[in-house]
């Protein structure tokens, strides 16, 4: 009987630290997610901000543009 209660705790002993730590394996692949989405969002931005001095750059351009024209009539 006691060889029997020994395995038992022979076993559940080594499913426990087959287990390992999810909890930090977790937290650190959610902080590489979240740095990943963080650099995406950034990147985004600064997309944005890039298409919106381009787009007004275009409208000074243009009235720019037709100003020369109409003046030189």
């Not at 022979?10 to 287990?19: G, H, N």
């Not at 909890?23 to 902080?31: G, N, Q, S």
């Not at 275009?58 to 009235?63: D, E, Q, R």
Request: hydrophobic fraction near 55%.
């Amino acid at each position: 009987m006691k060889k029997l209660v020994l395995f038992a705790v022979a076993v559940i002993a080594i499913s426990f630290a087959s287990c390992g730590n999810k909890a930090a394996e977790e937290a650190k692949a959610k902080a590489t997610a979240d740095s990943i989405a963080a650099v995406q969002a950034a990147q985004e931005a600064e997309a944005k901000a890039k298409a919106m001095e381009d787009s007004i750059a275009a409208a000074t351009k243009a009235m720019e543009d037709s100003i020369a024209a109409t003046t030189k009539k």
